[in-house]
């Protein structure tokens, strides 16, 4: 039986209900002029235009729809597909998809392969980060943006302040490991290899990200014999060293 | 069966519960009719119905004819029925129908009793409610021990006349099969129903009152509109005008 | 309309529309083929426009996620679609004035405008086919998929106004001028935009019919203020000439409205005038025609309708946009429905 010889339902005037007050007190009769409805004419009264505008395409854009999804199953979509797509070309369509996304995946599988950093992860600990790898340098890379209220965090090694206050002979040194800085710092008290030896305290630190500078302020007393004194400053935001402040008291003169 | 030979035009009216079982095929191929199912829900309950010799105010219930809901369970809702008392076939007509209905909650998970044995517990439900709750109603209807008294129930002749024995002629039933359970209207769960009126299929419709037919709430009237609008939408009547509560403000 | 609101409007069609325009020239200009035809082609680009489709394609792939460059190729070939859409409607209406000059087909001839509407179509393949190799094969051929059904719809659109003038249609419903509309404007103007932008931002994963919704409340909301511009606008800004859809006897809401509100001796004028050819219509005929539309509410029965496509244009948009993070892409749809009334 094909489809013209079987039987169907009716074509319906409406397929919705009529959300206004135009039918409240007089029904309209069936197929008459409906308010609202494709088969209205526009509206007399200017109150009742908006609503039965709203009302009319709604109607409008849902028949539209309800047609395009019988054709689309006419023609072998399915009844929701609002794209036509018939057999053999939608199985073409697939393979052409299918083949185009495993070349896409290959092409970022060989573009990611390139780009990866070949570099392992530096373990991490209370002693390291340990350099390890080619080079101590991270490679250049823009500093990303970051969200509203974030720290920024710039991935370009820091530049170094020292105020140094001391009526003595130093030499001091500061090393930075190529971890980015987050902040706030702390640096360790300053010690000597003899465990009596006195400490270099109250050393001030303070990263600013604006300028991505480290400034490092050190009072040394005047009585602080020779010797070489050493110390860690970290992260606050993880706890985890970023370099080691040394300074070398040297004999006075 | 086959289409133009066995039938020609096709109307789906199971309940609910049923579509998953009786649509398979419906819901594998159109997204549509899957979301539906997939957003319809539905719960088993338990109704009572009882036939009584007195009226309701002679019981003590003096707020006239009544349909209530937020009672206790296990049957919080309470229709008074006693206008189809004539309609019914009695050589004695009841003074009163009284029908109760609730939720039944479903069988504990890992047990698959059957429908008889749910049935029982409704039964049992309906015993202890009798004697325990219902006198809260119907203050006359308590013996002086407090349970329910059992001769208020109207039976028919010939069976057993004793005590709680005639609440056997009563009515009650765990509606715990699919096609018979409880259509609910969850928010946001509406805009995915199917209308009777619906032209995706041009030799099908549906109806029940989990379809879009103007009354999305599960209840006998939303059950006849959506029957009314499917015939509308078989062979054009009745009018859509005429289908009281489809088209308002 | 809040201030901030056409504010957002205005900054985003400027900044899309630099946008599209910069990158619409690189597929105009040429060292190659007859130089006449491409400066042609470049005639109504030039004379400006707001870029409202491919800004709507910029912000709706934005929207979801996607570039502004992944969706610019796509933005343009639908501008250049649009503008060979022009050369010819403008051919077809009779039409004396575009952007506020004289149309193509007047200052050079049918012909040749006609072959330039066609090279502006046919230039608009090269950006769609561009998607290909920059958004992947799959993506380029969904969009390219989704051109057709824009352009065929568009055709039929078309062909209806031309069969209603042809036949001096007067028995027409407003029904019968949105089903029009939804063909002739509606897709190319704002449901194909934000169907290819959110093919675009999505990966073809999203439910497109909800942007026919969105796109065909805002598109017949703008087609009639359109509409209303052409009678009671602003001449100076307005670009076309003034009443020029009375003289083609453009069926609009309003024309449509006062053939079913006008009295018998009207109607019966109105008629004989609507049979006339546009050459036989003259400035008074078109000026008493404009008169008893607004005697008999013909305008601002338009308005209203536009007011109450509008509201459901927002409404549509939070079904369309609702689950999209907050940008300025996004902004710009949301009050896009509100600038429609708003525009001159």
């Known amino acids: 039986m094909t489809a013209s010889e079987r039987a169907k339902k009716p074509r319906l005037k409406r397929t919705k209900p009529i959300r206004s007050w135009s039918g409240v007190f007089e029904p309209p009769p069936e197929g008459a002029s409906v308010a609202g409805s494709p088969a209205s004419g526009p509206a007399t009264n200017g109150a009742k235009a908006v609503p039965e505008a709203v009302q009319l395409g709604y109607t409008v854009i849902q028949d539209y729809l309800n047609e395009a999804r019988q054709e689309a199953q006419r023609i072998g979509g399915t009844p929701r597909d609002t794209r036509a797509s018939a057999g053999p070309e939608r199985l073409t369509q697939r393979l052409f998809q299918y083949t185009s996304d495993l070349t896409n995946l290959w092409l970022e599988v060989l573009q990611a392969s390139t780009q990866r950093d070949t570099r392992r992860e530096p373990p991490r600990g209370t002693a390291g980060p340990f350099v390890n790898g080619y080079h101590a340098e991270p490679a250049p890379s823009p500093t990303p943006a970051a969200p509203q209220g974030a720290p920024v965090v710039s991935l370009q090694s820091p530049s170094v302040s020292l105020k140094l206050c001391t009526s003595r002979r130093v030499e001091a040194t500061i090393e930075l490991r190529p971890a980015p800085i987050v902040g706030p710092l702390v640096a360790h008290e300053l010690r000597a290899a003899d465990p009596d030896a006195p400490r270099v305290q109250g050393i001030e630190l303070e990263y600013r990200s604006t300028e991505n500078r480290v400034h490092v302020s050190i009072r040394i007393p005047s009585d602080l014999p020779e010797g070489v004194y050493s110390g860690l400053f970290l992260d606050r935001s993880d706890n985890l060293p970023r370099g080691t402040l040394t300074v070398t008291v040297l004999p006075q003169d | ?249 | 309309m809040s201030t901030a609101d056409g504010q957002v409007v205005a900054s985003q069609l400027k900044a899309y529309g630099e946008l599209a325009r910069m990158h619409l020239w690189e597929y105009l200009k040429t060292e190659r083929g007859p130089q006449e035809l491409y400066r042609l082609a470049a005639e109504y680009p030039r004379r400006g426009g707001r870029s409202l489709r491919a800004s709507l394609c910029i912000a709706a792939a934005r929207c979801f996620g996607a570039s502004t460059a992944e969706s610019l190729d796509s933005a343009v070939a639908l501008e250049l679609l649009h503008n060979g859409f022009l050369v010819h409607d403008d051919i077809e209406d009779e039409s004396e004035q575009r952007r506020g000059l004289p149309t193509l087909h007047l200052l050079h001839g049918i012909p040749t405008a006609l072959n330039v509407g066609d090279a502006l179509a046919v230039l608009s393949l090269q950006p769609l086919l561009r998607n290909c190799s920059l958004l992947g094969g799959r993506l380029g051929l969904r969009i390219l998929q989704e051109t057709e059904c824009m352009a065929r719809e568009s055709v039929e659109g078309q062909a209806l106004e031309l069969e209603w003038r042809r036949t001096n249609a007067i028995n027409l419903l407003p029904a019968d001028y949105l089903q029009m509309i939804l063909k002739k404007t509606c897709w190319y103007t704002t449901i194909y935009p934000c169907r290819v932008g959110a093919i675009i931002g999505t990966r073809d994963n999203v439910d497109l019919d909800r942007f026919i919704r969105y796109g065909f409340f805002l598109g017949a909301a703008f087609q009639i203020q359109d509409d209303l511009l052409n009678l009671v606008g602003d001449t100076d800004r307005y670009g076309k000439e003034p009443s020029g859809d009375l003289l083609e006897g453009k069926r609009t809401l309003m024309l449509i409205h006062l053939l079913h509100q006008a009295p018998a001796r009207e109607l019966r004028r109105l008629r004989s005038l609507l049979r006339l050819e546009r050459s036989e219509r003259t400035p008074q005929q078109v000026g008493w025609i404009l008169d008893v539309m607004k005697h008999h509410g013909s305008i601002d029965y338009a308005r209203q309708v536009a007011h109450g496509l509008v509201g459901a244009a927002t409404h549509e948009f939070t079904a369309a946009f609702g689950d999209t993070a907050d940008s300025d892409a996004r902004r710009f749809l949301e009050a896009l429905p509100s600038w429609v009334l708003e525009r001159t």
């Open chain 2, 1 to 249: 069966m086959k289409l133009g030979r066995d039938f020609d035009l096709a109307l789906l009216g199971v309940g609910v519960g049923a579509l998953p079982y009786v649509s398979r095929q419906l819901i594998e191929r159109d997204p549509a009719w899957r979301s539906m199912v997939e957003h319809s829900a539905s719960v088993p309950t338990q109704a009572l119905q009882l036939w009584l010799s007195e009226d309701f105010e002679s019981l003590g219930w003096r707020s006239g004819p009544v349909n209530l809901s937020g009672f206790v369970q296990p049957f919080d809702t309470w229709a008074d029925m006693s206008h189809l008392a004539p309609e019914e076939s009695w050589p004695v007509a009841p003074r009163a129908i009284a029908y109760f209905c609730s939720v039944f909650p479903d069988a504990p998970p890992g047990t698959q009793p059957s429908t008889d044995e749910r049935n029982e517990e409704v039964f049992e439900n309906a015993r202890r409610f009798l004697n325990r709750d219902v006198g809260w109603l119907w203050p006359g209807a308590k013996q002086p021990t407090g349970d329910f008294l059992w001769d208020l129930l109207v039976v028919p002749p010939g069976t057993p006349q004793d005590g709680e024995a005639r609440l056997r002629s009563q009515f009650w039933r765990a509606n715990v099969r699919p096609s018979d359970r409880y259509t609910l209207a969850l928010p946001g769960t509406l805009q995915f129903r199917i209308s009777p009126l619906d032209p995706s299929y041009d030799n099908f419709a549906v109806c029940g009152d989990w379809t879009d037919c103007g009354f999305n709430e599960g209840c006998v009237e939303s059950a006849v509109m959506s029957g009314r609008l499917a015939a509308h939408a078989l062979c054009g009547f009745p009018a859509l005008s005429e289908i009281v509560g489809y088209d308002h403000p």
